[in-house]
């Protein structure tokens, strides 16, 4: 087990083995989305409350998903490369950072659209969406840090920190609806019970999220490769792979 541990964590057959997974994983995350998508969008009832304005969910809660667990991958990799000092680790948390910002942004950004026709407003110090804001900073803070600092491993270490140190804020985003009085409406989604939504609602947003997912593994795959790359731009396997067939 520990052999094929270490085995995962060579930047060489991380990248031949991962290239085989990018066309199933680019495949599966289209059609899924997709079809969510239309399923979403053109199919799905109408809201008795909120009318058309709630389709914005099948983007919405699949990003906030994902820019949740995005976050927990990135800590993960921080802790295993400062543990482990396995450069992969380190590569895939440097990778995972703009994605999950960028997924914490669309979240903000489709709240935002969401919430003035609910609220009549684009913005309020909701708990849950300052608390998203705040993981937002905490996305943009490890970037920044990534490439604050001359040497590599001060970067790397001092992202793994900040990363750990965040992960407070996770389940504070996800429990905030239950500790404080918030405009945000509940989970619709929870695994101790059954999904608050129509099963005709809830069945493309389902796919939506998995498609979410692919995307997301698609993306982080492609990210990690770069980020391999420069990194390793003068390993011998590497100089291999640029020259012509």
């Not at 520990?2 to 991380?14: E, N, T």
Request: proline share 5%.
């Amino acid at each position: 087990m520990w052999q094929w541990f270490h085995k995962l964590g060579s930047p060489r057959w991380f990248y031949q083995i991962s290239g085989k997974f990018l066309p199933w994983l680019a495949l599966a995350s289209m059609v899924l989305i997709v079809t969510g998508v239309v399923w979403g969008l053109a199919f799905a009832p109408e809201d008795a409350r909120q009318g058309n304005s709630f389709r914005i969910i099948y983007i919405h809660v699949p990003a906030s998903f994902l820019a949740l667990a995005g976050y927990y991958v990135m800590a993960a990799a921080g802790a295993v490369g400062m543990i482990w000092k396995m450069k992969l680790a380190d590569m895939v948390m440097v990778a995972a950072a703009p994605l999950g910002a960028a997924l914490t942004f669309i979240a903000l950004f489709t709240g935002a659209v969401w919430g003035k026709p609910t609220w009549g407003t684009y913005w309020i110090w909701d708990a849950r969406i300052t608390s998203m804001l705040v993981l937002l900073f905490l996305y943009i803070g490890i970037i920044a840090l990534s490439r604050s600092f001359s040497t590599r491993e001060t970067s790397t270490r001092a992202c793994a920190i900040l990363a750990l140190v965040g992960t407070v804020n996770i389940p504070i985003i996800y429990k905030s609806v239950d500790w404080w009085y918030t405009l945000h409406q509940p989970a619709t989604i929870k695994l101790t019970g059954a999904p608050s939504m129509h099963p005709d609602m809830f069945k493309p947003l389902l796919v939506m999220i998995l498609g979410f997912y692919c995307f997301y593994a698609l993306v982080l795959l492609l990210n990690t490769r770069t980020e391999i790359l420069l990194r390793e731009g003068r390993a011998t396997w590497v100089k291999e792979l640029a020259q012509p067939k």
